[in-house]
């Protein structure tokens, strides 16, 4: 069971980078983890198009075919509570043959294809959230997801 959360990403704060190591080293004592980054185009903002279709190529090539996909989209499936979610993430681990791959897309969203690719899209919530803070949310969530199906104390009820 191998998962990995894959970011678009532009810019690395150091508050972020402590932030998912934190929450990275916590997820893999749990099950084998690995956080990627992989770089945003560097197309002008104003070519969107572009910088989508770009990132969509990288995160193509980078996805292995066993791969099962979740992709954190804001017009993805609201999960209602982080039991669910916990529920959620532990039958896409059981059902995948290679690794669960969360991936948060870049700042003008996903390409077709990698929607086309997901096994789900999942909001992380209504609200419009940075990358940094979408990927620290994102990999706490996994941690919590994991704590509660451990039976770790780290989630309250």
Known sequence: MKSCLVVIQTSKDSWYQEA??????????LVPFEFVSLKS???????????????????LKFLKPDDV?????EKGRAIPGSREFSKFV?????????RLVFLIGGAFG??????ARAA??????P???NHQVAAVVATEQIYRAL??????PYHND
């Open 120 to 125: 789900e899209l999942v909001t992380l919530g």
């Open 127 to 129: 609200l419009t959230l």
């Open 110 to 115: 996903l390409g077709p294809q990698v929607k």
């Open 41 to 59: 185009d560097d197309s002008s903002r104003k070519d969107q198009v572009t910088k989508v279709a770009a990132e969509e190529a990288k995160i």
């Open 69 to 73: 996909l979740i992709a954190f989209d």
């Open 90 to 98: 532990i039958k896409k681990l059981e059902q995948t043959r290679g």
């Open 20 to 29: 998912i190591e934190v929450y990275g080293e916590k997820v893999n004592r």
């Open 147 to 152: 704590s509660i199906w451990k039976g770790l």
